[in-house]
């Protein structure tokens, strides 16, 4: 919804964008860290992750393994 609104809209597109420049630069520079939930879940997992994102129990994102290794 972030992106999405001033899209859809117009209004506060200049705003967002430099956002998101700004965010890029940072991407770009290293300096952005991504958060992963400890847990994985298997395919037929899948409801179980989706209960633990629900219930604000996930540190960060969320993975589902399509395939085992």
């Not at 705003?15 to 879940?41: P, S, W």
Request: proline content about 1%.
């Amino acid at each position: 919804m972030f992106t999405l609104a001033p899209l859809l809209t117009g209004q506060g597109r200049e705003h967002h964008g430099a956002i998101l420049r700004e965010a890029a630069e940072l991407a770009d520079a290293g300096q952005l860290t991504i958060r992963v939930d400890r847990q994985r879940f298997a395919l037929d997992e899948v409801n179980d992750a989706f209960r633990q994102v629900a219930e604000g129990r996930a540190k960060g994102k969320t993975i589902i393994q399509l395939l085992s290794e």
